[in-house]
Each structure stands twice: as C-alpha cells, then as structure tokens.
C-alpha cells in the first residue's frame, strides 16, 4: 500500500500542474486502490465533486477540498521539495495534506471495516478556492439524515468549533486629473484610498475594543490598482479588501460603518459593492454529542486538553452550516502559510491527521 507522504507528493505535483483539477487523478487512484466505492458528482460543466457513500443511512460526512490556488502568485512560484521533514509544494498544507491523510486512513481502516454501521459519507470538493460550487452543490444535494461535517482545513490539528465569516469589497475609484507638479488641482483616487484604509482600520479597532471577539475584526487589503509612470494624478483606481467578521461582532453594524466610510467627496466618485458573496460567521457547540467525540478523540491522539479556536477563514463548512449540519472544522497545516511562496506541512502532522481521521472512525460506530 502507498503511504500518506507518497500520496501527498503525487497530490501536490499534480495540483500544481493544473490547480483546479489536477488532484483528481492521484485522488481517484488511491480510491481505487482501496477498493472503496465512490462516484462523480458533476455540479456544473467545470466543477465536479467525488462522493464516497459508505453507509445507507449516513450521519456523518467528512469533507476536503482538492483544488487549490495558483503555484504562481504575484510572479513568485511556491517553493517545492522536501526539506526538514517538510514537503514543500502548493496546497501541502491547504488542504492537499487533510487529502492525504484522509485517503490514508479510508484505505488503512479498508473496505472491510464496518462502513454502514458508522454512517459516513466522504465527499471530496471542487472549487473551494473560487466560488465554494462543489460545496455549494454538494449541501444543496445531501440526504436529510446527516446532521454532522468535519470539515478539513488547516487548524494546526485543533478544533474550529466556529468559523470567522467574511466580506469582500472591490470599490472604482474616479478622481479629478492634473499634472503630477500640480495635484493640488486633481483628486487622487490613489490618496482617497489609502486614506479610506487608514479610517477602515481605525474603525475596525473600534469595534473590537467594543465586542472583544475571539479574533479581532480585520481588513486585508487585496489589490490596490491604478495610475501609471507618467507625472499625471491618476484619473481612476481599483480596490478590493477583504474584511474578516469573528463571531460576536453584528454584521450590521460593520456594513453601516463601511457604508459611513464609502462617501465620495468633491472631485472623487465611487462604484463599489461586493466581489463575492458575503458569508456570515457561525458557531457549533463543543459539549454536544458530536463536539464531545471530536474532544475524545484529540485527547487521545494529540494527549493534551483540546482548546477550541476559531477557523480565520472562509470554507466549505459555510455551505454544510447553512444547510443545517452541525459543523466543525479541523485539519493539519498552519493556515498563515498557505497561498505563500513557503507554503509546506510536516510530515508528522500528516501521519497525526491520519491516525486521528482513524480513531474518529472507530468512534462512529458507537455515536
């Protein structure tokens, strides 16, 4: 049988070939090397999602993503190898690394462990990274009697109880020109835009000295875009940020202030709305049923108290949640290093994940 880190390496090499869905064809592999059932699950003419329906009655689905982002972003490609008992490689850690693991322990526990007893279905997405349409298609598609998802993201191996929501921007920005000796006689739309970050930021402080969320209220600055070489105040820009919204801060009350901070003013106008659909934030409770065998089985697996944390980012477990499954979210990897030149996993991680993806399904049987 192949091993996790093998798997992981074809995973990664494949993906950076062809991020949305070069994974497909090493996943698929180790599916059919396990002799685990599983089909497609086309969700339009680009996205497609793999299923693998282990029980008739399935309670419980596990899910990771196998596309991921760009090797090459902003003209820098992600560094790949191994080094320090690290692969390096686009997607080792998001979420290529959960990928593995998961595959691992489906073809370790094999096709002779009493899948239908522990109502599971896995589902493999595509499209995380764009719109979230394998997710999407998938919730929309799910049998009535699940009521739980583990979502596979990178956690550094802890459990997100709750989930950060999210709201991204993209604002034009026209100004008034004039020759670059006389911008006293202009509008820059450059100016206004670095001064409405200034302001977002000092109203986002604000905010979370009034509710303390878990995480703070943050703003990332995407994309900031316009003028030229040439002495001459731009005549437009382009802004797109993305606000990060922790649970216990109301989304209301953030957009009213945003919308207090997009006023155009003499000489400037503006265009603005959202880029992507927003998503709000959530949160499942540890001491239930499911959260309780999730805590057992960390305490088992990693012999410390498990200290739930808050997933920073937008997932696939946005859609699960909607659709009502109580949802939690963990996985192996950092994710401050994912979508970087150094993104990488330690292999001790991985065979961690996969030891506990292992435990998780035994405890099924009994949940």
């Known amino acids: ?42 969700v339009d003419e680009e996205v497609i999602n793999i299923l693998i329906p282990l029980s008739s009655a399935p309670r419980v689905l596990v899910a990771a993503h196998y ?46 462990f009493p899948w239908e007893k522990s109502g599971l279905w896995v589902a493999f997405t ?7 349409r ?7 598609s799910l049998p009535s009697s699940l009521r739980y998802a583990l979502v596979l993201e990178p956690t550094r191996g802890e459990l997100a109880f709750s989930s950060c929501g999210s709201l991204e921007y993209e604002v034009e920005i026209r100004g ?30 604000a905010l979370n000295r009034r509710y303390s969320p878990p995480l703070p209220l943050a703003v990332t600055p995407l994309l900031l875009a316009g003028g030229s070489e040439e002495l001459s105040v731009p005549v437009a820009a382009r802004l797109r940020f993305d606000l990060r919204l922790p649970p216990d801060v109301p989304l209301r009350e953030v957009e009213e202030e945003l919308a ?31 959260g309780r065998l999730l805590r057992e089985v960390y305490r088992e697996i990693y012999g410390r108290e498990p200290v739930p944390v808050v997933m920073e980012s937008w997932t696939d477990a946005h859609h699960f949640r909607s659709r009502g499954l109580e949802t939690v979210v963990w996985g192996p990897g950092d ?33």
Request: net charge negative; aromatic share 8%; charged share 30%.
């Open 1 to 42: 049988m192949w091993q996790c880190k093998e798997l992981l390496k074809l995973l990664v090499k494949a993906a950076s070939c062809d991020p949305a869905r070069g994974a497909l064809a090493p996943l698929v592999f180790a599916l059919e090397s396990a002799a685990l059932p599983w089909r497609p699950e086309p």
């Open 67 to 112: 596309d991921v982002v760009p090797p090459v972003i902003e003209g820098v490609r992600a560094r790949e190898g191994e080094e320090s008992e690290c692969l390096y490689g686009r997607g080792a850690c998001d979420v290529l690394g959960g990928v593995a693991a998961l595959l691992g322990a489906l073809a370790e526990l094999g096709k002779d």
């Open 126 to 132: 595509g499209d995380e990274e764009r719109e979230g």
């Open 134 to 140: 394998g997710s999407r298609g998938l919730s929309a």
């Open 176 to 205: 008034t020109p004039s020759h670059g000796s006389v911008p006293e006689r202009g509008k820059n739309p450059l100016l206004w835009a670095a001064r409405f970050l200034l302001r977002l930021e000092e109203t986002l402080e």
């Open 260 to 290: 207090g901070l997009l006023q155009a003013e003499e000489g400037i106008t503006l265009h603005c709305g959202l880029a992507e659909e927003w998503a709000a934030s959530w949160e499942s409770d540890p001491e239930s049923d499911f």
């Open 335 to 367: 994710l401050a290093v994912a979508h970087t030149p150094f993104e990488h996993l330690h292999y001790r991680e991985l065979e961690e994940a996969k030891e506990f993806l292992k435990l998780f399904f035994r405890r099924l049987l009994d949940l």
